[in-house]
C-alpha cells in the first residue's frame, strides 16, 4: 500500500512537471491539406506524424486511422503492382496473385513501422510516447479470398504505461472474438466494463 502511494505521489509529480515544461511551448503551425496525398506512403506518413504530434502535444488522448478503405481497389503502383488491393485479396490461391499481395501488406506494415518508431523514439516525461501508450494493429479479416475472419493477425504495441509486457506472441483458442481484447485494453486504461461489442470474456495482456 504504501508503495502505492509513492509511486502515485511519483506519477502526479511527473504530470505536474511535464505540464510546466509544456505550459510556454508554442504548438506547431500546421496547414490543414487541400485533399489526400496521392502518394500512399507520404499520405500515411503524414497522417501518422500527426497522430504522434497529438499525443506529444497533449492534444488527445485516442486516435483511430484506417490504413486503407474496405473493399480497397487501389492499385500500388508505387511497388509494381497494377491489381488493386481487393482483387488481389481474392487471389484463388494462386501462388503469384498471393506473393502480390504479401508485398502489398508488408508494404502497409512497413508504414505501421514507420510510426511505431516515431513513438519510440519521442520522449514522454521519463519514458517514451510508445512507452505509454497502447496501440492495436489489426485487420477485419484474416482469409480475403473466403471473407474468414477467424485467427486475425493483430498486434498490441506499447507498454501501457508500464501496465503492458510487450515482445510477447501469444495465440487464443480459436473463435476468441477480438472485442474480447478491445475490453482487456479497456480494463488496462482503468475503464471497467462487464462487456463490449459481441465480447465473451476478458484476456490476461499484462
Not at 65 to 77: D, G, Q
Not at 156 to 182: S, W
Not at 194 to 205: K, R, W
Amino acid at each position: 500500500t504504501l508503495s502505492e502511494y509513492l509511486d502515485g505521489v511519483r506519477d502526479v509529480e511527473r504530470r505536474i512537471q511535464i505540464a510546466e515544461q509544456s505550459a510556454g511551448r508554442e504548438l506547431p503551425v500546421m496547414q490543414r491539406p487541400a485533399g489526400r496525398v496521392d502518394n500512399y506512403e507520404e499520405n500515411a506518413r503524414i497522417m501518422f506524424d500527426l497522430k504522434v504530434l497529438a499525443f506529444q502535444t497533449d492534444m488527445t488522448r485516442v486516435t483511430t486511422f484506417a490504413m486503407a478503405k474496405e473493399k480497397s481497389e487501389r492499385a500500388y503502383r508505387e511497388i509494381g503492382l497494377e491489381e488493386g488491393h481487393h482483387a488481389l485479396t481474392h487471389h484463388g490461391y494462386n501462388p503469384v496473385m498471393m506473393d502480390k499481395c504479401i508485398r502489398l501488406e508488408t508494404y502497409q506494415t512497413k508504414q505501421f513501422a514507420y510510426y511505431l518508431d516515431r513513438m519510440q523514439n519521442t520522449i514522454d516525461g521519463d519514458a517514451s510516447l510508445l512507452d505509454n501508450t497502447i496501440t492495436l494493429f489489426a485487420s477485419s479479416i484474416s482469409d480475403g479470398h473466403k471473407h474468414y475472419r477467424g485467427n486475425l493477425p493483430v498486434i498490441l504495441a506499447g507498454g501501457g504505461a508500464g501496465k503492458l509486457r510487450p515482445g510477447r506472441h501469444i495465440r487464443y483458442d480459436e473463435g476468441t472474438p477480438l472485442t474480447n481484447l478491445c475490453l482487456s485494453i479497456l480494463d488496462v486504461c482503468g475503464i471497467e466494463m462487464e462487456s463490449f461489442g459481441n465480447s465473451t470474456g476478458h484476456l490476461d495482456i499484462s
